[in-house]
């Protein structure tokens, strides 16, 4: 996981080769003047999803991995709090292929297992990225926000 200002994005372009995209992509778009939902960057290898996300408190938060994409999280109306833990130590539970996603325990993060290591607040102006290796709990928010989901494959060579 990586959290840091959008500003500081390009610093970060070695660690994926479709980053460099990415950071383009970031300096020429208004993310806030994108409509909700999905739009194509790169194909089917990196595409934003816009969402606008309702009141959701830790309580109803729900950990998610993916295996085949990394998500760049970007909030722009309001921040949000995120939970974070190693998707190692998450119970296991069943992987979606055509969403690319694990949703673990639907009481998380209530359950012993699934609390979280790590919570912190992430503001407009602000990114996450988060691996394959990284369980979150996203969205987490008192008066709910507009946020994107920048999502790029992991390995371009899969």
Same mark, same amino acid.
């Given at each position: 996981?990586?959290?840091?200002?959008?500003?500081?994005?390009?610093?970060?372009?070695?660690?994926?080769?479709?980053?460099?995209?990415?950071?383009?992509?970031?300096?020429?778009?208004?993310?806030?003047?994108?409509?909700?939902?999905?739009?194509?960057?790169?194909?089917?290898?990196?595409?934003?999803?816009?969402?606008? =996300? @309702?009141?959701?408190?830790?309580?109803? *938060?729900?950990?998610?991995?993916?295996? &085949?994409?990394?998500?760049?999280? +970007?909030? #722009?109306?309001?921040?949000?709090?995120?939970?974070?833990?190693?998707?190692?130590?998450?119970?296991?539970?069943?992987?979606?292929?055509?969403?690319?996603?694990?949703?673990?325990?639907?009481? =998380? @993060?209530?359950?012993?297992?699934?609390? *979280?290591?790590?919570?912190?607040?992430? &503001?407009?102006?602000?990114?996450? +990225?988060? #691996?394959?290796?990284?369980?979150?709990?996203?969205?987490?928010?008192?008066?709910?926000?507009?946020?994107?989901?920048?999502?790029?494959?992991?390995?371009?060579?899969?």
């Amino acid at each position: 996981m990586i959290i840091d200002s959008l500003e500081a994005f390009d610093r970060y372009a070695g660690l994926n080769p479709l980053f460099p995209v990415v950071a383009d992509f970031l300096r020429r778009t208004n993310l806030s003047a994108l409509p909700v939902g999905k739009t194509q960057i790169q194909g089917d290898d990196i595409f934003v999803n816009v969402q606008e =996300a @309702p009141v959701k408190s830790r309580e109803e *938060a729900r950990f998610e991995t993916h295996r &085949r994409m990394i998500d760049i999280q +970007i909030p #722009f109306t309001d921040e949000e709090e995120h939970g974070w833990t190693p998707a190692s130590q998450l119970p296991m539970a069943e992987y979606d292929e055509g969403t690319d996603m694990t949703l673990h325990d639907p009481k =998380a @993060p209530s359950t012993p297992a699934d609390i *979280a290591s790590t919570y912190f607040t992430l &503001r407009p102006g602000q990114f996450v +990225i988060y #691996f394959p290796t990284d369980g979150h709990a996203p969205a987490i928010t008192a008066t709910g926000l507009r946020k994107a989901i920048i999502k790029v494959k992991a390995s371009i060579h899969q």
